[in-house]
T-cell receptor, first 110, second 111 residues
Framework: EAGVAQSPRYKIIEKRQSVAFWCNPI?????LYWYQQILGQGPKLLIQ????????DSQLPKDRFSAERLKGVDSTLKIQPAKLEDSAVYLC????????FGPGTRLTVL | DQQVKQNSPSLSVQEGRISILNCDYTNSMFDYFLWYKKYPAEGPTFLIS?????DKNEDGRFTVFLNKSAKHLSLHIVPSQPGDSAVYFCAATGSNYKLTFGKGTLLTVNP
């Protein structure tokens, strides 16, 4: 089974501040995803990468969210500036039809 | 518009009995369906999947049934164990690998 590391595990910031999350797939895979999971909801896809390129970012709020994937391996997701409604768990996943998730980063925006 | 629906927010069963979790979908383009289990403070863990060309897939205590005409799938856990207590998410995808998740069902298995 694939392994995905994420950091930090928890982050608390004030609204309008910036924050960045990291995803480090332990085992390589061409396709990488970022999901947002708001409390009480299922994960929602934000962006999908195939190697270095973006396949789908239709659900990414591009006025404040940005993401990149370096050398087709690690990835970062950034929020600038954060809003209260961005409080959620941000999950990184790799795979195809069957996707394997990291532990997530829990973001609290105060 | 919720394309994947899990109408039961929670389910409680006795240890050793069967747990049945249900899921409905609306998008006819979905052709691959998955169940994930999630413990607190962890990411979702892949449990079992089924392709639309099948109507049943079994893996140990876990069986997933797919009724394409009704756009309905279910996860059966037999026998249920206390360690199965978690939130279970139903997910669906088409050819683009984009997973669409339901809101989840909290399963509690009582000893």
């Amino acid at each position: 089974e694939a392994g995905v590391a994420q950091s930090p595990r928890y982050k608390i910031i004030e609204k309008r501040q910036s924050v960045a999350f990291w995803c480090n797939p332990i085992s390589g895979h061409a396709t990488l995803y970022w999901y947002q999971q708001i409390l009480g909801q299922g994960p929602k896809l934000l962006i999908q990468f195939q190697n270095n390129g973006v396949v789908d970012d239709s659900q990414l709020p591009k006025d404040r969210f940005s993401a990149e994937r370096l050398k087709g391996v690690d990835s970062t997701l950034k929020i600038q500036p954060a809003k209260l409604e961005d409080s959620a768990v941000y999950l990184c996943a790799i795979g195809g039809n069957e996707q394997f998730f990291g532990p997530g980063t829990r973001l609290t925006v105060l | 518009d919720q394309q994947v629906k899990q109408n039961s927010p929670s389910l409680s069963v006795q240890e050793g009995r069967i747990s049945i979790l249900n899921c409905d979908y609306t998008n006819s383009m979905f052709d691959y369906f998955l169940w994930y289990k999630k413990y607190p403070a962890e990411g979702p863990t892949f449990l079992i999947s089924i392709s639309s060309i099948k109507d049943k897939n079994e893996d140990g205590r876990f069986t997933v049934f797919l009724n394409k005409s009704a756009k309905h799938l279910s996860l059966h856990i037999v026998p249920s164990q206390p360690g199965d207590s978690a939130v279970y998410f139903c997910a669906a995808t088409g050819s683009n690998y984009k997973l669409t998740f339901g809101k989840g069902t909290l399963l509690t298995v009582n000893p």
